[in-house]
């Protein structure tokens, strides 16, 4: 947990409860379960044009879509994750086989599983998707179980420019969905596996360890001081406090062991650090995904928001379970939070038109959704309903032709 999330989540979990007890009393038996919602209209335009602007942007880069299925056999769909996605993942038996089957919480071993096992490419592969994801427990502050995920993933190649490249896609995402104020943070789990495998005591206890650091936990990683060796008792504590720009890297020179591992991945960390034209920081205490991820990881915030917008990383090797051990790397995001960090979406104008058999009219109103127009046809006996659109011009019969005219505004309401 970065402490950007570290001091929000207090503030926003209060405002949280209110609203949801305020809803439970308002909707009664309509209410969903927790942490589900509907996506109503306005939303759901939004969500839907940010998944077209991203999928482009993604095939100009040279991604292939690949749309995987929503539920798999559950020996499939957890492997490679090291054990991090079972809690999440809604289980089910399959009436057929009678075998286990899991709904997907994360679409990535998914698409690593396509790489390995169907295309089998031996070069480089791009592949980017999108799809509901559905978890047992809500990932963050106020998010949601079924997010929307959309992503990214290069395979085959095991250098830096990889990362890179997966790194300015995943800003380039949040810039043109038209987010302001975003900035990344990076770490580097080959810190943390370096002083494990310095120390058998601590790697006897990794899981604690990995714990203790993801909630920034300092007095609960002292306790553990006496049963480690001593540098590698310092330097976990000191973890939590290298956190900041990109000076952190050379902090952690000072306060770190002189391993090989450490000083390779500080330096990783500088060049990517140096390759990135936006705000950096450094989080050596994420090891979030542990189990899963293998060397750098990355993360997007915004200011308006107290979780990860993004989340990514390298993930070498996991393909192994599928057959074919391949370097990989990328990152994924939720569209529905993306959506929620815009301003409401402004309600697109519409041509009203009248309901009626005459073919002339029909052929109007082909002509205009042909353009790119949108024609809302008034049903008999009901005046159009404006709520995503509003109807500023009008399709009317002048001179034996059906004409498209400017409606005049509304006039303001009268103060009651």
Same mark, same amino acid.
């Given at each position: 947990?970065?402490?950007?999330? &570290?001091?929000?989540?207090?503030r926003?979990?209060?405002v ?9 009393k308002?909707? *009664?038996?309509?209410? =969903? ?5 509907? $996506? ?13 602007l991203l ?11 690949v ?15 090291g ?5 999440h993942?809604?289980? !089910?038996?399959?009436?057929l ?18 790489? @390995? ?6 070069? %480089? ?8 994801v ?6 963050? =502050?106020?998010a949601?179980r079924?997010?929307?995920?959309? *992503? ?12 890179? +490249? ?5 800003? +380039? ?5 038209g ?11 080959? %810190?943390?596996?370096?002083?494990l ?10 899981d604690?360890?990995? *714990? ?14 006496p ?5 590698? @008792?310092? @330097? =976990? ?7 900041g ?13 002189? !391993? ?8 990783t ?17 994420? &090891? ?7 060397? $750098?990881?990355?993360a ?15 993930y ?21 939070? !993306?959506a929620?960090?815009?301003?409401p ?26 353009? *790119? ?12 309903? +404006? ?7 009008e399709?009317?019969?002048?001179d ?5 005219? =400017? ?7 009268s103060?009651?």
């Open positions: 947990m970065g402490l950007h999330e &570290v001091h929000t989540r207090s926003f979990f209060f949280r409860c209110f609203y949801e007890l305020r809803t439970r308002r909707m *009664g038996k309509w209410l =969903l379960p927790e942490s589900l919602a509907d $996506i109503l209209p306005a939303e759901a335009r939004r969500i839907e044009e940010l998944r077209r999928l482009d942007l993604y095939r100009t880069y040279g991604y292939e879509l749309m995987p299925p929503l539920v798999e056999y559950l020996d499939s769909l957890l492997s490679g994750s054990g991090d996605l079972d809690l993942t809604f289980k !089910l038996v399959d009436q086989s009678g075998r286990s089957l899991g709904i997907r919480a994360d679409m990535t071993p998914q698409v690593m599983r396509i790489d @390995a096992h169907l295309l089998n490419r031996a070069g %480089v592969t791009r592949l980017c998707y999108y799809g509901s559905l978890h047992t427990r809500p990932r963050g =502050l106020w949601t079924e997010p929307l995920q959309i *992503g990214a993933e290069i395979y085959g190649h095991a250098g830096p420019e990889a990362d890179v +490249e997966v790194m300015r896609l995943a800003l +380039e995402s949040v810039a043109r969905a987010v302001a104020d975003y900035r990344i943070d990076l770490s580097h789990l080959g %810190v943390v596996r370096a002083l495998e310095a120390d058998p005591a601590a790697a006897a206890r990794a604690e360890i990995f *714990g203790l650091l993801r909630d920034k936990d300092t007095p609960g990683l002292a306790a553990l001081a049963a480690l060796r001593a540098d590698t @008792a310092a @330097a =976990l504590q000191a973890l939590p406090g290298l956190y720009d990109a000076d952190v890297i050379e902090r952690a020179r000072g306060l770190l062991p002189a !391993l090989p591992q450490i000083a390779a991945a500080l330096d960390l500088a060049s990517l650090a140096r390759a990135l034209d936006v705000e950096v920081g450094i989080d050596l205490a994420d &090891v979030r995904s542990f189990h899963y991820h293998t060397g $750098i990881v990355f997007i915030y915004c200011d308006a928001w107290p979780n990860a917008v993004v989340r990514g990383g390298r070498d090797d996991v393909g192994r379970d599928f057959g074919r051990a391949r370097p990989a790397t990328g990152f994924s995001l939720d569209l529905r939070e !993306l929620g960090l815009l301003p979406a402004v309600a697109s104008s519409a041509v009203r038109a009248p309901w009626g058999t005459d073919p002339e009219l029909a052929k109007a109103v082909d002509a205009l959704r042909a353009a *790119g127009q949108i024609v809302v046809q008034s049903l008999p006996g009901h005046e159009p309903d +404006e709520q995503e659109y509003v109807c500023d011009r399709l009317v019969l002048r034996g032709a059906w004409q498209v005219v =400017l409606l005049a505004p509304a006039a303001p309401s103060p009651h």
